[in-house]
């Protein structure tokens, strides 16, 4: 295969190791590769905020962070997809009468909080992402039958779910931040079902300790993020290229 003209990494079960830090040879494969002119973008469901250690040392060219809710060039903002006020309120209502949450994360641009009280105390605010985990008894109709502007959607972990504006995913955030690139010239690496997008789109990879439905996106598996898969891949593709 030859050079990409980018690579982008999912961060959580990916990039990083069990223990959310990332190894010094999948720093080393990224240095060199980006050496050979191959730009470097991440793309993961944590907010800026949460994310922003791994920023500091990866600094990126592009990001698609909050799962995709908001895109980066650089440091500049350019792709932004929420939700207003007006259009959460039900869902807040339900969670206070009619659906109990074990937990719920919710992400603005700016800040993450974990209390919906939080949130409704502000003045104004638009929502990037809701996490929310539920119990088995949880009568989830009100979110399965969300409207067109808002996507629900099952995550990696059981009943543990994301709220968010139907086009806040990695897959539309980096469409439209590589809209001037083919997507044959992008390498994307993944592990969860909000990977799956993105994976089948551009040329994924997923690394081995990815659930099934994302290996089936893609023909191309590495090593497991224990094993640094994605460093795997990058330094076989630079010794091709070299």
Do not use: C
Request: charged share 25%.
């Amino acid at each position: 295969m030859k050079l990409p003209k980018w690579i982008v990494t999912d961060l959580d079960g990916t990039l990083l190791l069990d223990d959310s830090t990332i190894a010094q040879r999948s720093l080393d494969a990224i240095n060199k590769i980006r050496a050979l002119g191959v730009k470097f973008g991440i793309a993961t469901t944590r907010s800026k905020s949460f994310a922003q250690q791994y920023i500091d040392i990866l600094k990126p060219d592009a990001m698609a962070l909050s799962g995709g809710a908001v895109g980066y060039m650089e440091d500049k903002l350019v792709y932004k997809k929420s939700l207003t006020k007006d259009q959460i309120e039900p869902f807040f209502k339900e969670f206070e009468t009619n659906l109990p949450l074990k937990k719920v994360v919710i992400n603005t641009l700016d800040h993450r909080y974990e209390s919906i009280q939080e949130v409704r105390s502000l003045s104004s605010y638009e929502i990037l992402s809701i996490f929310i985990w539920t119990d088995e008894k949880s009568d989830l109709s009100l979110l399965e039958n969300s409207t067109k502007e808002i996507s629900f959607s099952k995550l990696w972990r059981p009943l543990m779910f994301r709220i968010s504006n139907v086009m806040g995913t990695k897959h539309n955030a980096l469409q439209y931040l590589l809209k001037d690139i083919d997507p044959k010239e992008v390498v994307t690496f993944g592990d969860d079902p909000m990977d799956v997008g993105m994976l089948s789109h551009f040329n994924g990879v997923a690394v081995a300790n990815a659930f099934d439905e994302v290996k089936a996106a893609t023909n191309n598996i590495t090593l497991s993020n224990e094993d640094q898969g994605v460093a795997n891949w990058l330094e076989k593709l630079i010794s091709q290229n070299s």
